[in-house]
């Protein structure tokens, strides 16, 4: 599903973001990167999503190799990856139904479609009856819900998730964690990235860990070990 | 289709839920049409002073009282053949008489002259009009020829040739200086123009990155901002040009008072109406489309 061959990040010349990073993610997986900050995880997710092109090395989704992605075609991969970050990315002038409607608004669905998806998706994520709320109504757990809800509109085969929980409370941290394992129950394949050691021993899945811009240790039930 | 619609829809949704600057940039948008157009205005009025000193300047041609009224009409009919000239008017001797005591009413001792001479002695005049002051030099060379020196007894062109210089000079120099003046306003404009839009786009700059990572295409991030931008433009150029005309009713009555024509503005403004809307309208929207793809190129690199 996904696979990094020797993939190298350089920003400036004096150091690496990512080094020689071999990684291989299979479809349904749920799969923890860790790291200090600096490490790299951020780095990684962009090339993901083709925010970032790598230095070196090959990036492939799905089987399609995004390594020199052209413009016109990042929309596209962007449509099949459901994304979530730290900070909600949530368009502030729009409610939360609008906020998901534009996920499919963008790749052209019809309006039947979006009536019908929506509703559907935000029941799931338990907003259903705020969906007239704007963002700042909400609290950053169900703010964070709008997110995942925007991500999973299109039914996407992987979602990334860049320190979802960095912004919340144990509380919405568990609450977050309880949506992304039924995401991945469903075989969504699932990559988050975290640097919070409860919830990686938590899991109980495989943990791949980042030190320095380079792989150190992939474990197939793994445990937050920095 | 579909996304041109949802394109038309966001734009209206984002003018009216960010109303306050949109209202700020309709706002500055206007102001500086309505500096441009006053400039307009104050150049028109420059010109229409001009015309009006240069209406008032003419060149007199005195004939010998002996002259046939056949050779005054062959002078007259020469005159007229020129393309220079306006009008050229001819005064009989008792005209020309009348018009010389008028114009010296108040001069009782060249009247008395006058009475002293005893009958007329002046003769017929020609007063000619040319469509510039400098053409009047062209006129007095035609006529410095011998075939005229009989009949002609003086021309008083030589008098008033310093001030028709003067005055040419003046004229031309508030014309430059007018000119200047539209075109620091227009490039000010420009400036503030541009930056407002830099400033409204800037505003935007994280809502545009969120709608790239969500998967939206250039074109569909960039549309909304496109159609604000023709909506603000098309919005500022109708409540600038309904002031402008507003204030040119407005002033004429108090214009005509100087120029002693009336509705100079109004006139101007309604027989120029689709050059002034038309111009000013793709002057605004092409630079608040420039400024807007300039503005978003940076922030849609993600």
Known sequence: MIKLRDVSKIYCADGHALQSVNLSIDAGEFVSIVGQSGTGKTTLVKLLIAEERPTDGQVEIGGWNITKISQKDIPQLRRQIGVIFQDFKLLFKKTIKENIEFALQVAGEPRQRIKEVVPRVLDIVGLAEKHDRYPHQLSGGEQQRVAIARALVHRPKILVADEPTGNLDSINTEEIIEILKKINSFGTTVVLVTHNREIVNHLKKRVVTLHGGKIISDEVVGKYRL | ?????????????????????????????????????????????????????????????????????????????????????????????????????????????????????????????????????????????????????????????????????????????????????????????????????????????????????????????????????????????????????????????????????????????????????????AAVLALTFATSLLAMRKYLRV
Do not use: C
Request: hydrophobic share 45%; no cysteine; proline share 2%.
């Open chain 2, 1 to 281: 289709m579909l996304s041109f619609l949802r394109i038309i829809k966001f734009s209206l949704q984002d003018i009216v839920r960010n109303l306050s600057l949109s209202l700020t940039t309709i706002l500055i948008l206007i102001l500086m049409l309505l500096s441009i157009n006053t400039l307009i205005g104050v150049r028109i009025l420059t010109q229409e002073a001009i015309t009006s000193i240069k209406n008032q300047i003419d060149v007199s041609i005195y004939f010998n009282a002996e002259a046939k009224d056949a050779e005054i009409g062959e002078v007259k009919t020469y005159l007229s053949s020129f393309p220079e000239v306006l009008t050229s008017t001819y005064f009989t001797s008792a005209e020309t008489l009348a018009k010389f005591k008028e114009m010296y009413r108040d001069s009782p001792k060249i009247l008395e002259t006058i009475e002293e001479l005893g009958g007329n002695p002046l003769g017929a005049m020609l007063v000619v009009k040319t469509r510039d002051p400098k053409d009047y030099v062209k006129i007095i060379k035609a006529l410095s020829v011998p075939e005229y020196d009989t009949i002609i007894e003086a021309k008083t062109f030589g008098d008033t040739e310093k001030a028709i210089e003067k005055i040419q000079v003046i004229t031309n120099q508030v014309e430059k200086f007018s000119l200047a003046l539209t075109s620091i306003f227009a490039l000010i404009s420009f400036i503030i123009i541009f930056n407002t839009i830099r400033v409204a786009i800037f505003t935007h700059r994280t809502e545009i990155s969120i709608k790239k990572l969500v998967g939206a295409s250039n074109w569909f991030v960039r549309g909304p901002y496109l159609v604000e931008s023709l909506l603000f433009s098309i919005i500022a150029v109708v409540i600038s040009f309904g002031t402008v005309r507003f204030a040119a009713r407005f002033s004429d009555p108090y214009i005509s008072a100087i120029f002693e024509r009336s509705g100079i503005l109004t006139n101007y403004v309604n027989s120029h109406i689709m050059e002034l809307v038309g111009v000013q309208f």
